[in-house]
Structure formats: C-alpha cells, structure tokens
T-cell receptor, first 116, second 113 residues
Framework: GAGVSQSPSNKVTEKGKDVELRCDPI?????LYWYRQSLGQGLEFLIY????????KSGLPSDRFSAERTGGSVSTLTIQRTQQEDSAVYLC??????????????FGPGTRLTVL | SQQGEEDPQALSIQEGENATMNCSYK?????LQWYRQNSGRGLVHLIL?????REKHSGRLRVTLDTSKKSSSLLITASRAADTASYFC?????????????FGQGTILTVHP
C-alpha cells in the first residue's frame, strides 16, 4: 500500500513568513509523529498525535510551532514568523498500535525547509 | 537531546566486506530500531528489536541487543555499493507507551565498488 507522503518536498521562504507542512500517514495508522533533522541538532522529536489529539508536544521548539491533525489522518505542521534556525528537514512518521503499544514507525520523504 | 551514541561516525569499506555499527543508549527501552537514510531525506526502517530479544536477522542484516550494557550492533554482511547511506539507531524508551523515538547521531557508511 501507499506509504507516508509529505508535501511540499522542498520549501524556500523568507524570514518572517509563515509556512505549512503537510503529512499524509499510512491509512489506518492512528499514531503520527513529527521530527526535525538539522545539521547541528540531528534528529529530534517534535510532537506525537494519537488520533486527533496530541498528548506530547514537548519537542516543539517555541510557540511559533503548532500542529494539528484532522479526521485521524492528515496532519499539518505550521511554523509562524519563520527564522533562519528553522531551516531543516521536517520528517513525518506514522505507526499502528500493537498490544497497547506503538510499533514500527514508517517515515515519509520529508520536507526540506530553507529560510532565507 | 540525543540518547544514542553511535560508532564509528564514519565507516569506509570495500564491496563484499562486512560492516558493523554500534549504538549505545542511556535509559531503559521498550525497543530499539535501526533506520537507513539516503541523501539526507526519508528514513527507511530496517529492523526492530524488542527489549526481551537478544538477536534478530533480516536478509543480510543482523542486529544484537545487550540491555545490560545498553548497547546494540548492526551487522551488514557482504556489503554492496547500494548499502552506502547513513544508518541510525533509535530507541523507544520505557517511560512512554506511545513510541517516541530518540535517535543517535548516525554512522555514515561508504561501500566502494
């Protein structure tokens, strides 16, 4: 079946602009995650969704970052007033639950964000 | 913050040789996963090993887990040029039930034809 998809694949924006990044998880996966990969920080967890709720937002770096998920499916990560340090690859992953726990996470191809 | 430490940071070998990468972590885990990344984009899942398992195989991949030493290793046998990529270990810590992953810094593997 189809894997996790993300759009856009690349986004170049000017400092101060808002951006929206989209993630379509694997159909039927109730768990959805956002991670960020940057040169200085490696791969970092941002936020976790179970269904439409986000029990863990602890990785969001500032209040300029927000995310939502609708219909237990598509998720959007929004960055307001972008800064140059927001430049990174933003990765989305989804997972099913097995025995009350989540299992293998399947990642999308990522969105490369460049803030000029 | 990064939980995992991987070594080596970079590994260069010839086609046909075996490649071994190591990962150490700090907290108790539910499972440990290995991923491959080509050209800095999406992560491809390779193998998951649970905390009660000691060894798993998948094709040319062999993963071991030693929870007493908080370490894991990934062995790729008979490497191919197509195995050239970055390899990451990621841990699902015991403190949560929802699979938040903490990644190591990764090992860059180069396989020369």
């Amino acid at each position: 079946g189809a894997g996790v998809s993300q759009s856009p694949s690349n986004k170049v924006t000017e400092k101060g602009k808002d951006v929206e990044l989209r993630c379509d998880p694997i159909s039927g996966h109730t768990a959805l995650y956002w991670y960020r990969q940057s040169l200085g920080q490696g791969l970092e967890f941002l936020i976790y969704f179970q269904g439409n709720s986000a029990p863990d937002k602890s990785g969001l770096p500032s209040d300029r970052f927000s995310a939502e998920r609708t219909g237990g499916s598509v998720s959007t990560l929004t960055i307001q007033r972008t800064q140059q340090e927001d430049s990174a690859v933003y990765l989305c992953a989804s997972s099913s639950r097995w025995g009350g726990r989540t299992d293998t996470q399947y990642f999308g191809p990522g969105t490369r964000l460049t803030v000029l | 913050s990064q939980q995992g430490e991987e070594d080596p940071q970079a590994l260069s070998i010839q086609e046909g040789e075996n490649a071994t990468m190591n990962c150490s972590y700090k907290t108790s885990i539910n499972n440990l996963q290995w991923y491959r990344q080509n050209s800095g984009r999406g992560l491809v899942h390779l193998i998951l090993i649970r905390s009660n398992e000691r060894e798993k195989h998948s094709g040319r991949l062999r993963v071991t887990l030693d929870t007493s030493k908080k370490s894991s290793s990934l062995l790729i046998t008979a490497s191919r040029a197509a195995d050239t990529a970055s390899y990451f270990c990621a841990t699902d810590s015991s403190g949560t039930s929802y699979g938040k992953l903490t990644f190591g810094q990764g090992t860059i593997l180069t396989v020369h034809p």
